[in-house]
């Protein structure tokens, strides 16, 4: 069963509350599908009555809020939080309540979408120079003598 949770939108304000990434990038909370279940572990007979652990999903590959640049960086990714489908999925379980499971499970996809936030910088391939070439010309010179005195025949009695 997915719910798609809304609680903090004003009913009297026209604009859905957003989870910001950065000064130029939020999330609609629409774009974000939260679902309650039972967390694992200890916990008493709370863990057992109530659906605390949160199961938050975002849509990488269909989100408006995202520029093609970033999409493509964050799809590229190899994590294991992300769907063949393009879709992130974190699992929060860490805290007793409800709320603050929420607020884990945000400030993690925050955080993942601000880590590929800047774009690498490409490799520009240099040359050698000319010292460089030749330390490593006389490196090769000097291993090659030693390899070479260790031939069948030289010996230490000599």
């Given at each position: 069963?997915?719910?798609?949770?809304?609680?903090?939108?004003?009913?009297?304000?026209?604009?859905?509350?957003?989870?910001?990434?950065?000064?130029?990038?939020?999330?609609?909370?629409?774009?974000?599908?939260?679902?309650?279940?039972?967390?694992?572990?200890?916990?008493?007979?709370?863990?057992?009555?109530?659906?605390?652990?949160?199961?938050?999903?975002?849509?990488?590959?269909?989100?408006?809020?995202?520029?093609?640049?970033?999409?493509?960086r964050?799809?590229?990714?190899?994590?294991?939080r992300l769907?063949?489908?393009?879709?992130i999925?974190?699992?929060?379980?860490?805290?007793r309540?409800?709320?603050?499971?929420?607020?884990?499970?945000?400030q993690?996809?925050?955080?993942?979408?601000?880590?590929?936030?800047?774009?690498?910088?490409?490799?520009?391939?240099?040359?050698?120079?000319?010292?460089?070439?030749?330390?490593?010309?006389?490196?090769?010179?000097?291993?090659?003598?030693?390899?070479?005195?260790?031939?069948?025949?030289?010996?230490?009695?000599?």
């Amino acid at each position: 069963m997915l719910v798609a949770v809304n609680r903090h939108a004003n009913p009297g304000s026209m604009l859905e509350p957003m989870l910001a990434i950065s000064p130029t990038i939020e999330l609609q909370e629409d774009e974000l599908v939260e679902r309650f279940v039972r967390a694992s572990g200890p916990g008493g007979q709370n863990v057992n009555k109530v659906a605390t652990a949160v199961e938050l999903r975002f849509d990488v590959k269909n989100s408006p809020s995202l520029a093609e640049p970033l999409r493509e960086r964050l799809l590229a990714r190899r994590d294991r939080r992300l769907t063949d489908d393009g879709v992130i999925v974190i699992s929060a379980q860490r805290f007793r309540t409800q709320e603050r499971n929420r607020e884990d499970a945000r400030q993690r996809l925050t955080a993942l979408i601000q880590s590929v936030l800047v774009a690498p910088k490409k490799r520009i391939a240099t040359k050698p120079g000319k010292a460089a070439k030749e330390r490593r010309l006389t490196g090769k010179r000097e291993r090659s003598q030693v390899k070479r005195g260790r031939g069948s025949g030289w010996s230490h009695e000599a």
